[in-house]
């Protein structure tokens, strides 16, 4: 198992668990901070302040650079071979960790999307306009919590 932190710097540093040494450090990011990371069994992923989206095998090698946010990248998970993303541009990224492609963007926030988690088919989002959001990973369900 790692452990992976985003920095300041632009700099993603990874490290093992079970001995607590540094494994590799991740350079790609340039000229912004590093504020959110998923890690998968296959993937770290990373997002920045100037919305660009990285996606890194476990050998601290950069596969694909995903570029669609208009506006800081403030979350990610990962699920079932994709990657969604949200932001202050207000939307929910769908992507193929097989291709990089953008799959979907997802709209329904009035306010930049703060936070995002995924199970499977389900993933869920918080906004600055305080609803929390259930979507369907093909589709949006109309549900709304206040």
């Known amino acids: 198992s790692i452990c992976a932190a985003g920095c300041k710097d632009g700099l993603v540093r990874v490290w093992e668990l ?42 601290g090698e950069c ?6 946010h208009t506006s800081a990248v403030n979350s990610l998970t990962l699920t079932r071979q ?30 930049t999307v703060r936070a995002i988690d995924a199970y499977n088919d389900i993933m869920i989002s918080g906004g600055g306009d305080k609803t929390v959001q259930i979507w369907n990973a093909t589709y949006r369900d109309d549900i709304t919590l206040d």
Do not use: P
């Not at 590799?24 to 590093?34: A, C, D, E, I, Y």
């Not at 969604?84 to 009035?110: A, E, P, Q, Y």
């Open 63 to 68: 596969k694909f650079q995903l570029c669609a």
């Open 18 to 59: 079970a001995s607590g040494e540094s494994r590799f450090t991740l350079k790609g990011h340039r000229n912004s901070s590093v504020v959110c990371i998923s890690v998968g069994d296959q993937y770290i992923v990373s997002g920045d302040r100037a919305a660009t989206i990285l996606v890194w095998i476990m050998t």
């Open 82 to 111: 994709r990657c969604f993303s949200c932001g202050g541009d207000r939307t929910i990224r769908m992507w193929s960790l097989n291709t990089g492609k953008l799959l979907k963007t997802l709209r329904g926030h009035n306010d």
